[in-house]
Nanobody, 124 residues
Framework: QVQLVESGGGLVQLGGSLRLSCAAS????????MSWVRQAPGKALEWVSD????????YYADSVKGRFTISRDNAENMLYLQMNSLKPEDTALYYC?????????????????WGQGTQVTVSS
């Protein structure tokens, strides 16, 4: 069965860094594009970043470009998101997801499946 398990979230101060991880299983991870998306309380889903199946091509939302870096380790079935220079507006529940197409979008029906999320809170 498909599993996506995110970890690495937490409380961080303005300007701080976090590295999110996502452990994937139950589907052909090394053949799949992968995404990070996020949702803040009371707000719509926001696409954050995509990476192609071999990790050579990456895509970012304008809101995170230059601050976040997506990466993957296909040998370990792991997806990562390095987040630097964090801002209060980055506060959200972050999910890894397998997109139906890339770049991903801001609707759940654009993804095959996603994890339970990991909370990121940035204080000012």
């Amino acid at each position: 069965q498909v599993q996506l398990v995110e970890s690495g979230g937490g409380l961080v101060q303005l300007g701080g860094s976090l590295r999110l991880s996502c452990a994937a299983s139950g589907f052909p991870f090394s053949a799949s594009y992968m995404s990070w998306v996020r949702q803040a309380p009371g707000k719509a889903l926001e696409w954050v970043s995509d990476i192609n199946n071999v990790g050579q091509s990456t895509y970012y939302a304008d809101s995170v470009k230059g601050r976040f870096t997506i990466s993957r380790d296909n040998a370990e079935n792991m997806l990562y998101l390095q987040m630097n220079s964090l801002k209060p507006e980055d506060t959200a529940l972050y999910y890894c997801a397998r997109p139906k197409k890339s770049p991903g979008g801001s609707s759940w029906n654009l993804y095959y499946y996603w994890g339970q999320g990991t909370q990121v809170t940035v204080s000012s």
